[in-house]
């Protein structure tokens, strides 16, 4: 593994003052925030793969396998490639692509990207608050050094409700324990609101390989969530969204398909069906 010199948490929280005071993180918004300035650990109960039922669908659907540790946290991601070749014969590749380390009051993430060589591109350090989540990252291009400050905020009941990422930010609303609607003020304002069916075993949330650029923005919220380093899912599953540009692209209205594998039950897919609204 190369050499990574990580933060102390004193040499963090200066750099996260010091990126703030340069981008303005802070805008007055009047959100249900709970106080999550302490410091605490990431609790296994929180761990949203750590659910067999939930590990086995992701595993089938993203080709990959998460291993826990002896705690119960989120250790280790692995892309697993598996082809048959010309004669038959069935191959399995495995490449470690995400790694977790976990510390008094933080969560450390390394992330690796094709070829898989044991380069490290990039490494996300999170500080978790008193109530298990994150309440600040540090994510850290490797290649370049440059270093980009986030703060997470939540509800009372632990859903993730604001992103605060080097001043773009992004509101999240909450109705009945599902995510309601979402303003990613770093995309135009764009705002996608949910409709929901069946109750959420599957713990999906819908802005991840959902149906917006939600997930490009915001990368590391999808790797911390299913770590439980991010919040709670919504109680049910999201079957609809409607996209509103503001004027900048044609609104449209998505529906959620969600693809099972006949002979083992498992998920195979999630695809979001466009309907033009002119």
Known sequence: MKNITLLTTAAWMAAAI????????????????????????????????????????????????????????????????????????????????????????????YVEEPPYDGTVYTVCQYQIGANGFANSAIMTHMAS??????????????????????????????????????????????????KYGEENRLKYMPYHYGPSSFESSYRE?????LAGIMGRPSKDLASEAYIDYHGKYTNVTETANYYYDYRTGLLESVTWNEVYNY
């Open 221 to 225: 919220v999808w790797w911390a969530y």
């Open 145 to 194: 050094g440059d270093r980009y400050f986030s703060k997470f905020y939540y509800d009372s009941e632990g859903h993730l409700i604001k992103i605060n990422d080097g001043g773009d930010e992004c509101v999240l609303r909450y109705e009945n324990g599902n995510l309601a609607s979402y303003t990613d003020y770093a995309d135009g304002e764009e705002e996608v609101t949910f």
């Open 18 to 109: 010091g990126l703030c005071t340069l981008s303005s993180c802070e805008k007055d918004e009047d959100i249900p925030a709970v106080d999550n300035s302490g410091t605490g650990n990431v609790n296994p109960a929180n761990v949203i793969v750590a659910d067999p039922y939930v590990k086995a669908n992701y595993e089938n659907w993203l080709d990959c396998e998460y291993v826990l540790n002896e705690q119960g946290l989120l250790s280790e991601v692995w892309d697993v490639d598996v082809y048959t070749d010309n004669e038959g014969v069935t191959h399995e590749e495995r490449s470690l692509s995400l790694r977790y380390e976990y510390g008094n009051g933080t969560a450390t993430l």
